[in-house]
């Protein structure tokens, strides 16, 4: 049995994905139109993420910057396949991989999915679309930078992490997670991109405790799958 390809979380998750799409067209479409690269965008926002974090992302209030359906069924399989009962969310935005994760813990009996965003009305949209899948049981969103909002109350077994926020703090976001990860907790990081922060140099050094390589699907949005080895 799965929840995301029927039913009520399927229809939800399906809207969303509707919804997403043309709320973030105008972003897609400027993205094409401009001359800059792939490379050079990305080396502008960790730029602007330096030097304003709270701006650059209340510049993206409306806007969904959610995962794939693609990188969301594959969510809810690895937080199924690892038999997930806590899950960390690094960047919930309007909570589409929040339901993607919750659905799979209350597929297998419940659990607990902490989530955190930056923006309060993007909170506040994500916690109506996960009412309206019937989840709100199980997640918890936290309002504010997840430097502060993921300090505490995350408990000691976290089972499976998405990093999926400003691509900048994915480093410090581990290291505040990471003596409360299980041995072989699950960490996806999407947008996990070499030039940011050191994450993707210290989770592919086994010393640090962890294994790590690229996932091969949306190539080119820095997509990492990593597990905790102690
Ligand atoms: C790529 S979007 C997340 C998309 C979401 N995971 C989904 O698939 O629907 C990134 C989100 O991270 C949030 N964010 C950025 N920096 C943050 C921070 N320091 N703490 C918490 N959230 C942050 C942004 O507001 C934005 O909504």
């Known amino acids: 049995m799965n929840s995301i390809s029927d039913g009520q979380v399927a229809e939800v998750l399906e809207r969303l994905h509707r919804e997403a799409e043309a709320a973030d067209a105008p972003l897609a479409a400027s993205a094409a139109s401009e001359a800059a690269t792939r490379e050079e965008r990305i ?83 994500a916690r109506a679309n996960v009412a309206a899948a019937g989840l709100s049981g199980i997640v918890e969103l936290r309002v504010g930078d997840a430097r502060e909002t ?25 290291k505040l997670l990471e003596p409360h990860l299980k041995p072989g907790a699950i960490i996806i990081g999407e947008n996990a991109f070499e030039q940011a922060s050191g994450y993707i140099d210290y989770v592919r050094n086994p010393q640090n405790g962890y294994l790590s390589q690229p996932l091969p699907f949306d190539a080119g949005r820095g997509n990492e799958l990593t597990i905790r080895t102690s």
């Open 43 to 125: 080396t502008q926002l960790l730029k602007d993420e330096a030097s304003d974090l709270k701006s650059t992302y209340r510049g993206f209030a409306e806007n969904f910057l959610n995962v794939s359906p693609d990188f969301g069924r594959f969510l809810y399989m690895c937080a199924r396949a690892c038999k997930a009962k806590c899950i960390v969310e690094f960047g919930s935005s309007m909570g589409i991989s929040t339901i993607y994760l919750a659905t799979a813990l209350r597929d297998m009996g419940g659990g607990r999915l902490i989530g955190t965003d930056l923006v309060p009305s993007k909170v506040e949209r």
């Open 150 to 174: 993921l300090k505490s109350g995350v408990g000691d077994d976290i089972d499976m992490v998405l990093l999926d926020g400003a691509f900048t703090l994915y480093l410090d976001v581990l």
